[in-house]
């Protein structure tokens, strides 16, 4: 099917007009996925239950105690504070 320029134009001014993607939208959806993967692993039968964070290479392992986020304006921050005492921030922001 050919499009006309003004079909074309009209695609684009549309697409220009949506509210553009913000920093605390990733942000939760990140947070969302640490919690489903920490859920998944809390599911596990004891036997088979894989801690939260691991890691062969660098044979550390870790539950992760707790998640919280934080808006800082133009940029959003990820807080992972695990078992072993270590914290971890994960800033986001546009490019």
């Given at each position: ?17 949506r ?54 304006g133009?940029?959003h ?19």
């Open positions: 099917m050919t499009r006309t320029r003004e079909e074309n134009a009209a695609d684009l001014a549309a697409e220009e007009a509210p553009r993607t913000k920093a605390v939208t990733i942000a939760a959806m990140i947070a969302e996925l640490i919690e489903s993967h920490m859920a998944k692993c809390d599911e596990a039968h004891p036997n088979d239950r894989i801690p939260h964070v691991m890691s062969a290479e660098h044979e550390t392992r870790a539950d992760i105690d707790s998640i919280a986020t934080a808006d800082l133009a940029e921050l990820i807080e992972l504070q695990l078992c072993d005492g270590t914290t971890f921030n994960i800033r986001v922001e546009e490019a």
